[in-house]
């Protein structure tokens, strides 16, 4: 990252690594701004900012949801129960199986950025920000980056990504009565269409492309016959069946 | 719902079960390193879970996405596709082409 100049003045000398972790922070909060997945990010956090503001919650609490909650289905979920007088327990059981999928990306992406040394806490934020859009982009450009530099520009992804969803998440909020449906459908419409591309780019190997199409058989069956916890099942069975594939092809060769 | 209340459920009902996946995953990824077997079925898991989050909106859509027909649904999202491999695999292309097709099929159908 030798041509990244530290955007602020004057460097402090006596921490060279400080200020050029700052640099690629902002290297990572860039990259994620000049991705396509930015402007979806928006484009959904409008949908949801509206819904947030129909059912009855205020601006306050729709922008700490974005902040806290991080991931756009389980949003949706906390708004349309909670307003609906779901009980909460239930509501957490729904939102709470609704983000399982977070868990192999968190695995995987923190598997590329740490270092023997690196500590747990300097993992937290990394692992707040995971979310698909910051996944698939940080497993894009990450094995680019030097991996000491690695951290701070998954944050940097990360933060990036979300300064779009509350700048999306206010959007909607204002503008949430006068939104006409064929728009909240096209916003809706974001999120699969832009997922689907940007996980094709970003496949390589052949245990890539069979986890994709398992998964898009695979999920909409176990929805279909209501499997408790469909998308986990998915991901281990669709997963593991493409995994498996690989490796026998490897040693056939 | 008082103020308070409502912040109370946001922190317990949405962000505790969101984080908790987070977290455990921050704690299977000790041990796990990059380009080992163990990350390379992880990985495979991830983009099946994303496929399965993916064919489930376009099949089982959320909100004012489900007026708009399945035949529009799958054209929209096919078109976008090829729209992304003829236009040497440009993400924004194939996101635009597939909005397009979108809008007007639904425009077409009278939404």
């Known amino acids: 990252m030798g041509q990244l100049r530290q955007p602020m003045s004057p460097p402090p000398p006596t921490e060279p690594p400080q200020c050029s972790a700052i640099a690629v922070f902002f290297a990572g909060f860039r990259a994620a701004w000049q991705s396509v997945l930015a402007y979806v990010v928006i484009g959904t956090y409008v949908g949801i900012g509206a819904l947030t503001h129909d059912f009855g919650f205020g601006l306050g609490w729709a922008m700490a949801s974005t902040a806290l909650v991080w991931a756009g289905p389980a949003q949706v979920i906390l708004v349309s129960a909670l307003s609906a007088g779901a009980a909460p327990l239930e509501t957490a059981l729904a939102v709470g199986v609704s983000s399982a999928r977070l868990l192999p990306m968190v695995i995987s992406l923190l598997a590329l950025i740490r270092r023997p040394q690196t500590s747990y806490r300097a993992l937290i934020l990394p692992a707040h920000l995971t979310v698909v859009t910051m996944w698939i982009e940080s497993l894009r450009l990450l094995p680019k980056v030097p991996r000491e530099a690695r951290i701070p520009f998954a944050n940097g992804v990360g933060l990036g990504f979300m300064a779009a969803a509350q700048a999306g998440t206010l959007i909607g909020f204002y503008l949430a009565s006068s939104l006409p449906p064929l728009l909240t459908a096209g916003l809706l419409f974001l999120t699969p269409i832009s997922f689907l591309i940007s996980t094709t780019r970003n496949c390589r190997l052949m245990s890539d492309w069979l986890a994709l199409a398992f998964g898009l058989v695979f999920g909409p069956l176990m929805a279909a016959w209501q499997v408790g916890l469909d998308l986990l099942w998915t991901g281990i069975l669709g997963g593991s069946l493409a995994y498996g594939i690989h490796r026998l092809r490897e040693a056939l060769k | ?111």
């Open chain 2, 1 to 111: 719902m008082s103020e308070l209340y409502a912040y109370t459920l946001l922190v317990l009902v949405g962000f505790l079960p969101t984080e908790i996946w987070r977290m455990l995953g921050l704690v299977a990824a000790r041990g796990i390193a990059d380009e080992s077997e163990l990350f390379m079925w992880v990985r495979a898991v991830a983009i099946a879970v994303l496929a399965g989050v993916i064919a489930k909106i376009l099949l089982f859509p959320p909100g004012t996405l489900a007026s708009v027909p399945l035949v529009i649904r799958l054209a929209a999202i096919v078109c976008g596709f090829a729209a992304f491999v003829i236009v040497r695999r440009s993400v924004l292309a194939g996101v635009v082409a597939g909005e397009v097709v979108l809008t007007l099929g639904a425009l077409a159908y009278g939404i």
